[in-house]
Each structure stands twice: as structure tokens, then as C-alpha cells.
T-cell receptor, first 117, second 115 residues
Framework: AQTVTQSQPEMSVQEAETVTLSCTYD???????LFWYKQPPSRQMILVIR??????QNATENRFSVNFQKAAKSFSLKISDSQLGDAAMYFC??????????????FGKGTKLTVNP | GAVVSQHPSWVICKSGTSVKIECRSL??????MFWYRQFPKQSLMLMAT?????????EQGVEKDKFLINHASLTLSTLTVTSAHPEDSSFYIC???????????FGPGTRLTVL
């Protein structure tokens, strides 16, 4: 079974600075997706960024980028120019991409990000 | 973007009663819907996966007779918490997938409080 580990229960960053959230995962599959979701105080889950395992290029979405290290099974999220609105819980998630594989997401325990003004 | 709604957004009920939570995909057909439970300051725990027109697949440890899931149409899935008890109080979140894009779209969640 796949597992996702987020080793940082809490992180803080100064506004306008850069912060990196860590995520490692364990799987025997070769093809899969990795996601970072944001859950603000409203508790609405918001997709931040997605990475397909077969793509070597790291995904980027504006101020958000990932460092995907497939061999190390590492998938960290970098938030640049942090804004107060980035304060939230961040969840790393894994999904199988194999034919016949489950669509279900496996979530890490989350990292609470605080942005200080 | 794809929108998923949940109703109600919060509900308070007495112990022993049943509560139904609806999850609707508003602008796409959801072939698969997922139900999650989230305790305060914890991650999302998948309860079950439902495909339209077939029985839900429950995760290990989730009581299928207590958490009844129906996915009768491509836009609606319901979760019924039967004979609710205070320990069932939690935040319930649904998500939906069309199978066409590799993304689940999440509803805003339902806060259930059982007195």
C-alpha cells in the first residue's frame, strides 16, 4: 500500500519570503500522480499543483513549484513571495495512474503553514 | 472550473437519528465520488468510493451499515449516517471525478454535530 509522509506538522514564513514544505512517499508503482492541496480555514480543499510521475520536469504554477525527485520518492512544495492568503493546511497526496488502479487519493497528515506579516 | 456542492453545510442532530448529506457535481458528470471524514487538525480519511449505479466500496474499518452511500445518478451521491452517535460528529467532505481529467473536485464539506 502507498503511504505519504509529511514530516513538518507546522511551518512558518515571513511575508514575501520563500518556504519549502516536505513530502515523501512510498510506492512500488512506476506511474502515478502527486498533488499538493491547500485547505484554508474555510476547509475547502483547493488543488495547488499536480505532477505526473512520468514527467521529469518539475511542475510550476505561478508562485508555487515542486521539486520532484522520483528516485528519492520526494515531492516538496516551494512557495515563493509568500502572501498572507497562503496561510493554510497543506496536504501532499498520491494517486495511482496504472490501468485498473484506484483513483483514490492517499493523503499525508498535513503541514500547517503560518505566514507572518 | 468544476464545481461540487454539499448540502447541508452544517447539521446538528440528536443521538439515534439519521442524517443525510448530499454531494452534487454541478457542471460535470461524476462517474466516481469519494467520501472523506476529517477530524479537527487531522488529515482526510477516505471512507468509501462510489461509482454511479453500483455499490460503494468501503475502506477497511468503515461500517457500511452505518454509513450508507448511494450514487444513483451521475451528479448526485448521498451519505446517510444512520443511528448517529456523538462519536460520529466530524467534518465530512465529498469529492467527485469525471474520469476525463486526472483531478478530484472537492465539495465544501459538511460539519455534523451529534448531541
Amino acid at each position: 500500500a502507498q503511504t505519504v509522509t509529511q514530516s513538518q506538522p507546522e511551518m512558518s514564513v515571513q511575508e514575501a519570503e520563500t518556504v519549502t514544505l516536505s513530502c515523501t512517499y512510498d510506492t512500488s508503482e512506476s506511474d502515478y500522480y502527486l498533488f499538493w492541496y491547500k485547505q484554508p480555514p474555510s476547509r475547502q480543499m483547493i488543488l495547488v499543483i499536480r505532477q505526473e510521475a512520468y514527467k521529469q520536469q518539475n511542475a510550476t504554477e505561478n508562485r508555487f513549484s515542486v521539486n520532484f525527485q522520483k528516485a528519492a520518492k520526494s515531492f516538496s512544495l516551494k512557495i515563493s513571495d509568500s502572501q498572507l492568503g497562503d496561510a493554510a493546511m497543506y496536504f501532499c497526496a498520491y494517486r495511482s495512474r496504472n490501468l485498473g488502479g484506484s483513483e483514490k487519493l492517499v493523503f499525508g497528515k498535513g503541514t500547517k503553514l503560518t505566514v507572518n506579516p | 472550473g468544476a464545481v461540487v456542492s454539499q448540502h447541508p453545510s452544517w447539521v446538528i442532530c440528536k443521538s439515534g437519528t439519521s442524517v443525510k448529506i448530499e454531494c452534487r457535481s454541478l457542471d460535470f458528470q461524476a462517474t466516481t465520488m469519494f467520501w472523506y471524514r476529517q477530524f479537527p487538525k487531522q488529515s482526510l480519511m477516505l471512507m468509501a468510493t462510489s461509482n454511479e449505479g453500483s455499490k460503494a466500496t468501503y475502506e477497511q474499518g468503515v461500517e457500511k451499515d452505518k454509513f450508507l452511500i448511494n450514487h444513483a445518478s451521475l451528479t448526485l451521491s448521498t451519505l446517510t449516517v444512520t443511528s448517529a452517535h456523538p462519536e460520529d460528529s466530524s467534518f465530512y467532505i465529498c469529492s467527485a471525478s469525471s474520469g476525463l481529467v486526472n483531478e478530484q473536485f472537492f465539495g465544501p464539506g459538511t460539519r455534523l454535530t451529534v448531541l
